[in-house]
């Protein structure tokens, strides 16, 4: 197995993380590469409690259990999961139906990275998530679909679902409660856009990974026309504390409406980039300032993207905003999939900008004529602004193509693509313009030209 | 019905419905370029776009279902700028000079409409103009996948590709490169759905957009897809599926998409001709038709009506076949009358006559949607009948059991829950074997066996020798696959039987499906929705031509002489006695007692088997009248008189299709040459023949409403209640009936019991021995026809070979056969050339000769075998040998 040996520079902790004040539900022995066992899980993180107990409680006691934490979806939309699990359809006496869960590992969205710490030091913890989550739905298959980078990882989880399994905690008759459980990995093959969770589902399926339409729902038709219930690694991670602590507990942390911890991701122009599990609701300046140790450059921080490449960013007039998820939309953005990418002002926002548009047009899975087209045509004249080829006309087209593009696709890569777009083009307009009329970078002075390739 | 608001205005429409359609039935054009009826809704375009108050997002029309109360806008200045944005989106990268050159596409129409300019490149790589029928341009591609979602969803299979991501996400023809190496069936489906012309058939592209569109129906086969002719003034440029047609849902296979180049081929022969001093010479229709009448009047004079045999032709309309058995029995006074059902379905309509009344299908192709269960037995019809083949592809692709009794492993034995292969000439065994299991094990449906038959246990007695272990060892399959089929078939219910020529062309042809009769009688799996046994019938009409009394023992309707003859009589005044069938007439021919032929659009000599014994009986005939488009084998060789006649594409009047269903034939373009029409044809040779008079018709439509005098089942099938799709099916005896879809719901024409009856078998005389190792099997491919009259001189020979014989690698090894490379089959009774196939398609020791060639004629071959009720050939086995080619 292709176990990483050497511990990654990033850090998982801060002072004060374990305390009440900072529960540490999710990161229990991150850093530690040997911390991934079923026996150091069991041991030193009450691995397995949970699953004992939900396996003598009814299955919608448990689904209420999850309701009554509140717990939104960490994959990105921040859906109510214990709401979620309720849509899945349930036997009639005419009818037994076979349900799926699916686990989103995909982990695609620029700026995160929290998916992968949960899998490469905590793999058990998902496990115990998902057998809790298929019991409380009742699904007797599990996929988790992993992104395909992370092979070091598959393998890892595979050994850790041999162990679970050894153990009885996977297979027939778990533990003799008469419910049985198989979980599946499957590999992506490097498409950001198969984290969508329909894509997901095709490409699980063995078709091209392209979102299907909506309604119908997953959880009418999903993977292999079957109800299914699409949850993010995070989120099912959640659970086993979830169940130990109770529902009502768990919503004590973190803010109304927006309970519980999530794993921040802090990337770029900080001191102490790396993985944060906070309470919902922290300001963010005070995330960045207190706990990440601010600018690491030394230059003022600029912007900040506060929730994984596709939220609109944040300029200093929103940094105090508390990151949970309502507060954010409300502030204009989306606390998304936890990603804070920060950016000093030294980022050119052209030059950003670029970056993030190419993704998105490169990662469009062709089918919508806005999305398809629409990024292309973005790229093309970012590209041309960049290179010092830019018009005034050029900003006016770019204005005009994010109302064709935001909800008005298939799934919401539109949206995500336009959300930097149109924030950036927004509120650093001058910047932009400054590229078309001097030909110059704003932050960087220099000259923009084709021939010597910029930046 | 719901209530909703379209732009203010409140209208109904149906639950279920998507906006699109409610839009489009208020003929609110909302443009689209991702969408087509056939398919899914791809919401992909969003040029379907509407906003729907309370709605924060417009809305995709044709994704969205309606609702109670919705109040929708469908053209706000913002909705059509919205628009007008997203086309100049495609207009970027669309090349600039095509719309122009080509402004009907769909696509085109948009740019104009909205003012957008195309200002993209056009590069030469792009193009692809391998394929016979497509011609593919990808510049014009504008990425809305219809092709691929058409192909997948209403062809199933799955030849387009989306390749890439983002702006470079493309479509191609699967890995092949070019669409003409990939498995594409050539439906044509793509091309009819592509927005923009960069799928679009070479024959639009050449003669551009047809001026008038013809409704008219399939001449190939016993489907009977409607098809919308495209022609200008005086040409056939297109053909395109009828989108509202009941029966082929807006699709159409190779055939009867592409399949018309036969019409204006150039050795069609379009004067009349007559053989003086052996070789032919162009004379008037005068002197033909007298020259024709002469003959007939000549040999009835001299040696009796009886000395002469008329053949009508399956491929002519209902009302032409009809007139046909008259004038042989009107007119010649002879009840020597055939058709080719023949040496096809004889037996099939033999066997269901017999056991149920009814020699026709009992259910329709609907029923397949509404089966549980699907059984084909002896039939391939994702090549011969493709659009049933299809129906029952889709169904088990979603996972609906299917059971293929075939020896080949066909499109649908791959998909098949259960394939038994028997060796050719053993399905009496296989049947009964599985009527043995279902009775035994007690799965039969007691209720309907106790209420709805009788004979009982006289078949239960019979059945006994057949135990599967037993059966088995004969049929070469396994004893619980034998099984597991039975148990499926009688417990998965409805299920829907079809049957083909594996079936009928075999010496036990009746008894066979008398025995498939008897395995739905046991399991109730008559007179319900998605049940029942369905031959299906080879050529586009060869049920209304068996139907129309074509046949020497069954009058107007395959009634039998006893019950309608003193009808006929009144009307047309004393008939002669029932005569001889085709293989009597060949028989008696031969022993110099039939002396002259008529033979409308047949080539009895190439199609029949035991050639050489066909062309001994045939060169003792004084003289052979042939009406046909093309000098056939039959009219080469033996012909006397040739009178050209008009194609389907050219004429007017109704096909039966093999679920009893009338539809109209409509000319959409004027006869070639001096051709005519075999209803023209018939009406001079009886004036000729003195019985004038009895012949006073206007049109197809006054011949059809003398049918419906004569035949009940008909009589409520007037030609104004053909107009809407799907025309009407029989049963239909009156005005106001509705027509019949399910035969014999409560009782059946033999009463109200249908009977059991015991069978015994009888094995071919065909065997193996050393000096002749194989058992030859014979049929047709996808991308021919019959005796390929027709599609020989078509574009479909580009698609594949007509001349081949599948031979499994093993037997080829053993042989020192290559692919492709020509062998030599050599039966006791003639040989025949054919370019070896390679393929494990067919088991080792069983090849299988695909009959499409008159160079290859495999009838050469075929021995003397006969179904003894029916006189149909044995096709299906003989014993043969296979030598390599000497070689050069
Ligand atoms: C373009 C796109 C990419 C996405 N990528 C991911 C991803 O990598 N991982 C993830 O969990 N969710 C991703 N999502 C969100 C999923 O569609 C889905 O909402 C999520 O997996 C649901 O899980 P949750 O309810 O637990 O958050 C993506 C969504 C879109 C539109
Ligand atoms: S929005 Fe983009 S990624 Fe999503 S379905 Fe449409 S084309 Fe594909
Ligand atoms: S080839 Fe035609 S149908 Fe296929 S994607 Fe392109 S434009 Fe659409
Ligand atoms: S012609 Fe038919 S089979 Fe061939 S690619 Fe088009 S839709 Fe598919
Ligand atoms: S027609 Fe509705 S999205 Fe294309």
């Known amino acids: ?298 230059k003022k921080i600029k912007a900040v993207i506060p929730g994984g490449a596709s939220a609109p960013v944040f300029s200093e007039a929103e940094f105090s905003t508390p990151m949970d998820f309502d507060s954010v939309r409300n502030a204009g953005s989306m606390a998304g999939s936890g990603g804070v990418i920060v950016l000093d002002e030294d980022t050119c926002m052209v030059q950003a900008c670029l970056r993030l548009i190419r993704f998105y047009a490169h990662e469009s899975c062709g089918q919508c004529t806005p999305c398809r087209e629409g990024c292309n045509w973005m790229e093309m004249i970012l590209h041309r602004i960049e290179h010092g080829e830019g018009t005034l006309e050029d900003l006016d087209v770019l204005a005009s193509l994010t109302p064709r593009i935001a909800g008005r696709t298939l799934c919401a890569l539109g949206d995500a693509a336009c959300g930097p777009m149109e924030s950036m083009l927004k509120k650093f307009r001058h910047e932009f313009e400054h590229h078309v009329t001097h030909k110059t970078c704003y932050v960087k002075g220099h000259e923009l030209l084709a021939k010597v390739g910029a930046h | 019905m719901v209530r909703l608001l379209l732009n203010g205005t409140p209208v109904d429409a149906p639950e279920g419905a998507t906006l699109l359609q409610a839009l489009r039935a208020h003929g609110l054009n909302v443009p689209t370029l991702c969408h087509d009826a056939r398919m899914q809704p791809a919401s992909a375009c969003r040029l379907c776009e509407v906003e729907v108050d309370g709605q924060e997002r417009p809305l995709c029309a044709c994704a969205t279902p309606v609702a109670e109360g919705m109040s929708v806008h469908t053209h706000g200045e913002a909705l059509e700028g919205y628009r007008k944005g997203l086309i100049e989106m495609l207009a970027r990268r669309y090349p600039g000079e095509i719309p122009a050159l080509d402004p009907d596409h769909p696509f085109h129409r948009l740019l104009l409409h909205y003012q957008v300019p195309a200002t993209g490149p056009w590069v030469p790589s792009k193009l692809d103009e391998s394929h016979p029928y497509l011609r593919l341009d990808m510049n014009r591609c504008v990425d809305c996948y219809r092709c691929v979602h058409i192909c997948e969803e209403v062809q199933g299979h799955s030849i387009w590709k989306v390749v890439g991501r983002g702006a470079e996400a493309h479509v191609e023809p699967g890995d092949a490169g070019r669409l003409l190496d990939s498995p594409c069936v050539s439906c044509g489906a793509c091309a009819d759905t592509c927005p923009t012309g960069a799928i679009q058939d070479w024959a639009r592209y050449r003669h551009g957009t047809p001026i008038t569109w013809t409704r008219s129906v399939c001449s190939y086969c016993g489907t009977g897809c409607e098809l919308e002719i495209g022609s200008t003034s005086d040409r056939l440029v297109d053909i395109r599926p009828a989108q509202d047609a009941p029966v082929n849902r807006g699709h159409l296979c190779v055939k009867g998409r592409f399949g018309l180049g036969f019409n204006d081929a150039e050795d069609r022969v379009t004067s009349p001709m007559v053989r003086r001093g ?178 009982f246990e006289a078949y239960l007695a019979s059945l006994q020798e057949w135990a599967p272990e037993r059966a088995a060892a004969t049929c070469g399959v396994d004893a619980d696959d034998i099984r597991k089929a039975a148990r499926l078939y009688a417990t998965t219910g409805p299920a829907y039987m079809c049957n083909g020529l594996g079936v009928t062309e075999q010496v036990q042809g009746s008894d066979g499906i008398l025995a498939l009769v008897h395995l739905a009688l046991l399991t109730g799996n008559l007179g319900k929705p998605g049940s029942g046994v369905n031959p299906l019938r080879g050529q586009n009409n060869v049920q209304g031509c068996a139907q129309m009394g074509c046949e020497p023992k069954r009058l107007t309707g395959y009634q039998p002489y006893d019950q309608v003859i003193a009808k006929h009589e009144a009307l047309w005044g004393p008939l002669p006695p029932p005569g001889l069938d085709l293989l009597e007439m060949l028989d008696a021919a031969g022993e110099g007692r039939l002396r002259a032929m008529l033979v409308f659009g047949y080539d009895l000599y190439l199609t029949t088997a035991n050639a050489h014994r066909t062309a001994a009986a045939l060169a003792q005939l004084e003289g052979m009248v042939v009406v046909d488009l093309f000098m056939t084998e ?32 409509r000319a959409a373009i004027a006869p070639r040459g001096q051709s005519r029409s075999d209803l023209d044809i018939l009406l001079e040779l009886a004036k000729r023949l003195g019985v004038g008079d009895q012949f006073q018709y206007h049109s197809p439509e006054d011949v059809w409403n003398e049918v419906r005098k004569l035949w009940t089942a008909v009589a409520g099938v007037a030609y104004h209640r053909l107009e809407h799709p799907g025309g009407l099916q029989w049963p239909c005896p009156d005005e106001l009936h509705p027509g019949t879809s399910i035969l014999h719901a409560k009782t059946f024409p033999v009463g109200d019991r249908a009977q059991f009856r015991p069978i015994a078998f009888h094995p071919s005389a065909e065997v193996v021995d050393e000096a002749f190792p194989f058992l030859l099997n014979t049929g047709r491919s996808l991308q021919h026809f019959n005796a390929g009259t027709m599609t020989v001189r078509t574009e479909n020979t580009k698609l594949t070979r007509d001349d081949v014989l599948e031979l499994n690698p093993a037997d080829a090894a053993a042989l020192g056969v290559l692919d492709d490379e020509e062998v030599t089959v050599e039966s006791h009774h003639g040989a025949f050339q054919a370019h070896a196939h390679l393929t494990d398609r067919v088991r080792p020791g069983e090849p299988f000769g695909i009959f499409h060639s008159a160079k290859a004629f495999v009838n050469r071959a075929m021995g003397p075998g006969r179904d003894p009720k029916t006189h149909t050939p044995e096709f299906k086995r003989t014993a043969v040998r296979i030598r390599k080619m000497v070689q050069a």
Request: glycine residues 12%.
């Open chain 1, 1 to 298: 197995m292709a176990i990483r040996t050497k511990h990654d520079p990033q850090s998982y902790t801060f002072a004060g993380f374990g305390s009440e004040k900072y529960p540490n539900l999710m990161l229990r022995g991150a850093g530690d590469l040997n911390n991934w066992t079923l026996d150091v899980y069991e041991q030193k993180h009450e691995g397995y409690v949970a699953m004992k107990q939900a396996l003598k409680m009814e299955p919608v006691a448990v689904t209420e259990e999850v309701k009554t934490s509140g717990i939104r979806g960490r994959g990105g939309a921040g859906f109510p999961a214990g709401l979620k699990w309720s849509f899945m359809p349930k036997d009639t006496p005419e009818r037994k139906i076979t349900r799926y869960l699916v686990i989103n590992g995909d982990e695609g969205e620029p700026g995160t990275f929290k998916d992968r710490a949960i899998l490469e030091y905590n793999p058990h913890q998902l496990i115990e998530g998902c057998i809790i989550a298929s019991y409380a739905m009742q699904a007797n298959t599990c996929y988790v679909y992993i992104r395909g980078e992370f092979l070091w990882l598959i393998e890892k989880l595979e050994l850790a679902i041999e162990q679970a399994r050894a153990k009885g905690y996977l297979g027939k008759n778990i533990l003799g409660s008469g419910f049985d459980l198989d979980i599946i990995v499957h590999r992506g093959a490097g498409a950001y856009i198969c984290g969508e969770e329909t894509a997901l589902l095709n490409s699980l399926e063995g078709r091209r990974g392209e979102p299907r339409v909506k309604p119908p729902f997953p959880a009418a038709k999903g993977a292999f026309g079957q109800p299914t219930t699409i949850n993010n690694v995070e989120t099912i991670a959640a659970v086993p504390p979830i169940i130990r602590m109770g529902g009502a507990e768990y919503a004590k942390l973190g803010t109304t409406k927006n309970s519980g911890t999530r794993i921040f991701c802090i990337s770029g122009h900080v001191k102490r980039p790396g993985l944060y599990e906070l309470p919902l609701g922290l300001p963010l300046d005070f995330i960045l300032n207190e706990l990440a140790g601010g600018s690491s450059t030394g």
């Open chain 2, 634 to 665: 039959t009219a080469k060789a033996f012909g006397t008189v040739f009178l050209p006649a008009a194609s389907t594409f050219e004429k007017e009047g109704t096909f039966m299709n093999g679920e009893r269903r009338v539809q109209r034939v």
């Open chain 2, 278 to 455: 052996g070789e032919w010479e162009a004379v008037t229709w005068d002197e033909a038709l007298d020259e024709a009448a002469a003959l007939l009047l000549r040999v009835k004079e001299a040696h009796g009506p009886t000395a002469i045999g008329v053949l009508g032709s399956s491929r002519g309309t209902n009302e032409e076949a009809f007139l046909t058995q008259k004038l042989a029995r009107v007119g010649l006074g002879t009840g020597n009358v055939d058709c080719c059902a023949r040496v096809c379905h004889a037996p099939s309509a033999a066997g269901l006559g017999l056991a149920l009344g009814t020699g026709a299908a009992t259910n329709s192709f609907a029923d397949i949607d509404l089966a549980a269960l699907v059984m084909v037995v002896g039939a391939n019809p994702t090549e011969n009948h493709p659009i049933v083949g299809l129906r029952i592809k889709h169904r088990a692709l979603k996972g609906m059991p299917l059971i293929v009794i075939d020896p080949r492993r066909t499109e649908l034995a791959e998909l098949a829950t259960v394939h038994l292969r028997p060796r050719p000439g053993t399905n009496i065994p296989l049947f009964q074997a599985l009527a043995h299991v279902i009775v035994n094990e007690g799965l039969y449906d007691h209720p309907f066996v106790a209420a709805r038959t009788e004979g």
